[in-house]
């Protein structure tokens, strides 16, 4: 079982800047890609920003340019630094990994519980 723990969630102001954590712990052998979704009340979850062990990202349009993704593949953590944030921002974000326990274990996806980001006008 793999748990994933978010942190660096809170309120700011419209132009300022968080940056999100998500430690994975458990049994891990590799994890492969991270990411951050994002669910606003009403909404779908969508995807934010992801990562690859190799470090290849991607963005979803409403974010490129604000908000970086990075990963530490030694700590098994994944960060979002998001700056100029608006107020559509605001959302529960969630973290998500995928990888393996073991090298002959099947493949396991694990979500975080959520962290609450709210950016106001």
């Known amino acids: 079982q793999v748990q994933l723990v978010e942190s660096g969630g809170g309120l700011v102001q419209a132009g300022g800047s968080l940056r999100l954590s998500c430690a994975a712990s458990g049994r891990i052998f590799s994890i492969y890609n991270m990411g951050w979704y994002r669910q606003a009340p009403g909404k779908q979850r969508e995807l934010v920003a992801a990562?690859?062990?190799?470090?290849?990202?991607n963005y979803a349009d409403s974010v490129k340019g604000r908000f970086t993704i990075s990963r530490d593949n030694g700590k098994n953590t994944v960060y979002l630094q998001m700056n100029s944030l608006k107020p559509e921002d605001t959302a529960v974000y969630y973290c998500?990994?995928?990888?393996?326990?073991?090298?002959?274990?099947?493949?396991?996806?694990?979500w975080g519980q959520g962290t609450q980001v709210t950016v106001s006008s």
């Open positions: 990562i690859t062990s190799g470090g290849s990202s």
């Open positions: 998500n990994a995928d990888g393996r326990a073991n090298w002959n274990t099947p493949r396991f996806e694990s």
